[in-house]
């Protein structure tokens, strides 16, 4: 079995800053790509930012120069920090992960369980 546990959402005031983690556990054998999504009521789920095994990153353009993804792979584990909020980034924050587990020739995608980031004055 695999878990993905993100933490560090809340209530913030525009223009203001969050850490997002999300820590991945269980039977890992590997673990590929890594992302954040993010989804506002109403709205579809959207990717934010993903990081490679290797480290490269991409980023949507809503986010570009204010968020900054990360991961340590020794813990398994992804960071989403993010600077200089705006209401509209109000949403429930997901982490994936493309995970292969032990004693599997195949991976697959996982998900964690959300957390709402709110940007309110």
């Known amino acids: 079995q695999v878990q993905l546990v993100e933490s560090g959402g809340g209530l913030v005031q525009p223009g203001g800053s969050l850490r997002l983690s999300c820590a991945a556990s269980?039977?890992?054998?590997?673990?590929?790509?890594m992302g954040w999504y993010r989804q506002a009521p109403g709205k579809e789920r959207e990717l934010v930012a993903v990081?490679?095994?290797?480290?490269?990153?991409a980023y949507a353009d809503f986010v570009k120069g204010r968020f900054t993804i990360s991961r340590d792979n020794a813990k398994n584990t992804v960071f989403l920090q993010m600077n200089s909020l705006k209401p509209e980034d109000t949403a429930v924050y997901y982490c994936?992960?493309?995970?292969?587990?032990?004693?599997?020739?195949?991976?697959?995608?996982?998900w964690g369980q959300g957390t709402q980031v709110t940007v309110s004055s």
């Open positions: 994936n992960a493309n995970i292969r587990q032990i004693d599997r020739d195949y991976s697959a995608i996982y």
């Open positions: 269980g039977t890992i054998f590997s673990i590929n790509a």
């Open positions: 990081i490679r095994s290797g480290g490269s990153t």
